[in-house]
Every structure is written in C-alpha cells, then in structure tokens.
C-alpha cells in the first residue's frame, strides 16, 4: 500500500507541473506567448499537430540563436480526448504509398492521463478536460525531473513495536519534488 500511494504521488507532483502552469527561471508561465509553446486552440487534428511541429521545430538554445529542431514525440491528452487522438492517428495512416504521411506525425504516442481531466484534488489544482499537450522526447531535451532529496530516493520506513498494544507500527514518508526544466521540450494547445 505504501508503494502504491508513493507512485501516485510521485505522478502527481509530476502532472502538477502541467496543470498549474508554474513560474519558470526567467518569470514567465511554462505555457505562455513569450515561450511560444502556445497553439492555437482547436480540436486534435492535421492543423493542430502541423502548428505544434512548426512552433516546437523553431524552438531557439539559451542563445537564442541555434534552432533546436525539436519535433513532438507524445500526444498527452485527457481521458476524455483519447478516442479523438487515436481515432486522428488511425485516420492518417495511408491507404497507398503515395498519401503517404511521415512517419513522424503517424507515430506519436498517445499518452492519455486522467489527472488532465479530473486536477489533482491533494495540490487543489482543477484540471481541463480540453485541453491537450504535445512533449518531445526527454532523450532529446530535458522537460520534467522528478527529484529526491539526497540519500532519500524511494520510501522511507521506520517501525517500532508497541508497548502499549500488540503490533508493529509503520510510518513511511516519500521526499519528492518535480520541475520542467525547459519549456522548449512542450506545447500546450487549449483545445477546441
């Protein structure tokens, strides 16, 4: 039981950072204009995706120079959007090779969390069943780093015996934390 609700938290501190929209390094929203990792809201479909590929491929280093190129590796969607995006990845694929559609659109892994639809009832953060997110690979950029506190990585557990009662007793604490690291690696789109 113990493992369980430490996995659940550690998700959720995860999720948290999409759906709070945190303050990042330089001041601005994660999702924000400045950071042009906003789309433009609609439905999951050839416009939404084509949108998150242009804004996410014109993402720019800490230079503001170098193009990064980045392309959208996950579709990460509310429960309530899941059908739509499988049913947009199944409509693209061709039926002859000469509709073909690139191979990077037709493989995005659809990611579909419930906390998007329903918010994070402990952190008293609502979540938006509309919108949808697009993330590139973390192997090509950092997004999001869930983080220990040093030599407390996993649950913690103490037990004592009872004097007073027959029993053992269990207490357990989890030290966790998560922050996106780039706001580069992620787009958001309101949804229609």
């Not at 980045?70 to 499988?86: C, G, H, S």
């Not at 509309?130 to 950029?141: C, D, K, R």
């Amino acid at each position: 039981a113990f493992g369980i609700q430490a996995a659940q938290l550690e998700s959720d501190v995860v999720w948290a950072q999409l759906l709070a929209n945190p303050t990042m390094g330089d001041g601005v929203a994660l999702f924000h204009a400045t950071h042009k990792n906003l789309g433009t809201a609609g439905a999951i479909g050839e416009t939404t995706v084509g949108e998150a590929r242009l804004k996410m491929g014109l993402q720019t280093g800490l230079d503001g120079a170098t193009v990064l190129n980045l392309t959208p590796e996950y579709l990460i969607v509310p429960k309530a959007l899941e059908v739509a995006a499988l049913k947009f990845l199944t409509a693209i694929s061709p039926a002859k090779t000469s509709d073909a559609v690139p191979a990077e659109i037709r493989n995005l892994t659809v990611i579909a969390e419930p906390r998007l639809d329903i918010g994070i009832p402990r952190f008293g953060i609502a979540g938006d069943d509309g919108a949808f997110y697009f993330a590139a690979s973390p192997n090509v950029i950092d997004v999001v780093e869930l983080a220990y506190l040093e030599g407390a990585q996993g649950i913690y557990t103490e037990t004592r015996q009872g004097f007073d009662i027959d029993g053992i007793e269990v207490k357990a604490r989890l030290d966790v934390a998560a922050k996106v690291l780039d706001h580069r690696g992620l787009l958001k789109n309101a949804g229609a």
